[in-house]
C-alpha cells in the first residue's frame, strides 16, 4: 500500500511536526503539501499515482494554541473514509528516555 499524508491548508507547527512523525511510522508514506488545492483535486492526484490511501490531520485552536485534532484516512478510489479525533500528540523527543528508534517495518498484531 501507499499512502499520501496532507494537512489543513494552514497547518500549525506541531500539526507538522505530527506529520513528520507519521512519516518515520507509516511504511510508504508520502507528505503532499497542501498549499491552496482543494482536497477533491488531491484525491484525484493520489487516484492517478497509485496511491492507496489519504490522510489529511487537520488543527484546532487559534494562534498559539493550535495543534493537530482530527485526522481522516478514506481508502482509494472509493472509500470507505474513517474520521478520529486527536487529544494529544507526543513526539518521540518529548518522551523522557525513548528507545532509539529502529529501521524495522512496525508490525501489530491482533489477537480476537
Not at 54 to 81: A, E, F, N, R, W
Not at 90 to 102: G, L
Request: aromatic content about 10%.
Amino acid at each position: 500500500s501507499k499512502i499520501l499524508l496532507t494537512t489543513c491548508t494552514d497547518p500549525c507547527l506541531r500539526t507538522r511536526g505530527f506529520i513528520n512523525e507519521l512519516l518515520t511510522l507509516i511504511p510508504h508514506s508520502e507528505y503532499f503539501e497542501r498549499r491552496g488545492y482543494e482536497i477533491k483535486k488531491i484525491t484525484q492526484y493520489a487516484v492517478n499515482r497509485g496511491y492507496t490511501d489519504i490522510m489529511i490531520v487537520g488543527d484546532s485552536g487559534g494562534g498559539c494554541k493550535k495543534k493537530p485534532y482530527s485526522m481522516i484516512i478514506t481508502h482509494l478510489p472509493q472509500g470507505p473514509t474513517h474520521w478520529y479525533r486527536i487529544s494529544s500528540v507526543v513526539f518521540h523527543k518529548e518522551i523522557e528516555d525513548a528507545a532509539p528508534r529502529t529501521e524495522h517495518y512496525p508490525e501489530l498484531i491482533l489477537k480476537g
